[in-house]
């Protein structure tokens, strides 16, 4: 008898050349395919003509589909024998609930194997030439986000004064609030923090700012969900580091400068 597989596919975060090899081979060999709404559609490339496609979207506040629902479907698909691909934006395991699905797998007793993914918050950091950690100025990086199940709150103080860089997901609705809350946890106002939309799509757009200003800036450029903040002195280094790219890049890649501070305009079919 055909054993089922279910494999937790991070697709990570939408420039599809972002894809890792191991999640193509999984595409390609999958019968079924459950595929979240952030995920670039161009990932059915990979997949299979005849294989069984399946959109599980739940973006923020919008119609979904239940997570029981989700999970009974690949336990399902997998317990007769067919091999499921669950694919999600960025890293299945970073905020994407591929630790609670894991789980229930594991305890249906079916076989589970995560492949992971570039999580958009490193991504989008690196789109704006941002690097996470820096010897001079970040020791670590802390990931948050800013929605909560159950409105249960950070540590803010931990965060104002714990010295790592914050990226922050699902925070572009609470902006202002997250902001209040760092700046009345002591985190000076000056600090130096970004908002990324849809990093590594064409369709990228950001800002760079300092803490308190953030908010203002991001209503008057427009932006909005989905987004990454970053917040700590490596934001200073934008600009800088994209600079010093600049500079080490050799004339073969030069061609391709332009990738270093917006994205492709055009796209493979
Ligand atoms: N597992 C995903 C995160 C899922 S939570 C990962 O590892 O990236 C969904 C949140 O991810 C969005 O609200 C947004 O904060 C972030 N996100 C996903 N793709 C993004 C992108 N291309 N640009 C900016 N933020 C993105």
């Given at each position: 008898?055909k054993t089922?597989k279910?494999?937790?596919?991070?697709?990570?975060?939408?420039?599809?050349?972002?894809?890792?090899?191991?999640?193509?081979r999984?595409?390609?060999?999958?019968?079924?395919?459950?595929?979240?709404?952030?995920?670039?559609?161009?990932?059915?490339?990979f997949?299979?003509?005849?294989?069984?496609?399946v959109?599980?979207?739940?973006?923020?506040?919008?119609?979904?589909?239940?997570?029981?629902f989700?999970e009974r479907?690949?336990?399902?698909e997998?317990g007769?024998?067919?091999?499921?691909?669950?694919?999600k934006?960025?890293?299945?395991?970073v905020?994407g609930?591929?630790?609670e699905?894991?789980?229930?797998?594991?305890?249906a007793?079916v076989?589970?194997e995560v492949?992971?993914g570039?999580t958009s918050?490193?991504?989008?950091?690196?789109?704006?030439?941002?690097?996470?950690t820096h010897?001079?100025?970040?020791?670590g990086?802390?990931?948050l986000?800013?929605?909560?199940?159950?409105?249960?709150?950070?540590?803010?103080?931990?965060?104002?004064?714990?010295?790592?860089?914050?990226?922050i997901?699902?925070?572009?609705?609470?902006?202002?609030?997250?902001v209040?809350?760092l700046l009345a946890?002591?985190?000076p106002?000056r600090?130096p923090?970004?908002?990324?939309?849809?990093?590594?799509?064409?369709?990228?757009?950001?800002?760079i700012s300092?803490?308190r200003?953030?908010?203002?800036?991001v209503a008057?450029?427009g932006?909005?969900?989905?987004?990454i903040?970053?917040?700590?002195e490596?934001?200073?280094l934008?600009?800088?580091t994209?600079a010093a790219?600049?500079?080490?890049?050799?004339?073969?890649v030069?061609?391709n400068?332009?990738?270093?501070?917006e994205?492709k305009?055009?796209?493979?079919g």
């Open positions: 008898m089922g279910v494999y937790l596919v991070g697709a990570g975060p939408g420039d599809i050349e972002l894809l890792t090899l191991k999640a193509v999984a595409l390609g060999i999958a019968d079924v395919v459950l595929i979240d709404d952030l995920v670039n559609r161009e990932v059915l490339q997949v299979r003509a005849d294989a069984r496609v959109e599980v979207g739940k973006r923020g506040g919008c119609a979904s589909t239940p997570q029981a989700i479907l690949m336990i399902g997998a007769a024998g067919r091999i499921v691909a669950r694919v934006g960025g890293d299945p395991f905020f609930r591929g630790g699905e894991v789980q229930a797998l594991r305890a007793g076989e589970a492949i992971s570039i918050g490193m991504a989008a950091a690196a789109a704006l030439g941002i690097p996470v010897r001079d100025c970040a020791r990086v802390t990931l986000t800013g929605h909560t199940r159950n409105g249960a709150e950070p540590n803010w103080k931990a965060l104002a004064q714990g010295g790592t860089t914050l990226v997901y699902m925070g572009a609705s609470r902006l202002a609030m997250i209040a809350e946890a002591g985190m106002s600090t923090a970004a908002m990324v939309q849809n990093a590594t799509l064409p369709s990228q757009r950001s800002v300092d803490l200003s953030l908010p203002t800036a008057n450029a932006l909005g969900s989905p987004a903040v970053v917040i700590g490596v934001a200073r934008a600009a800088q994209a790219c600049f500079e080490s890049l050799d004339s073969r030069r061609g400068d332009k990738l270093v501070f994205p305009r055009e796209r493979r």
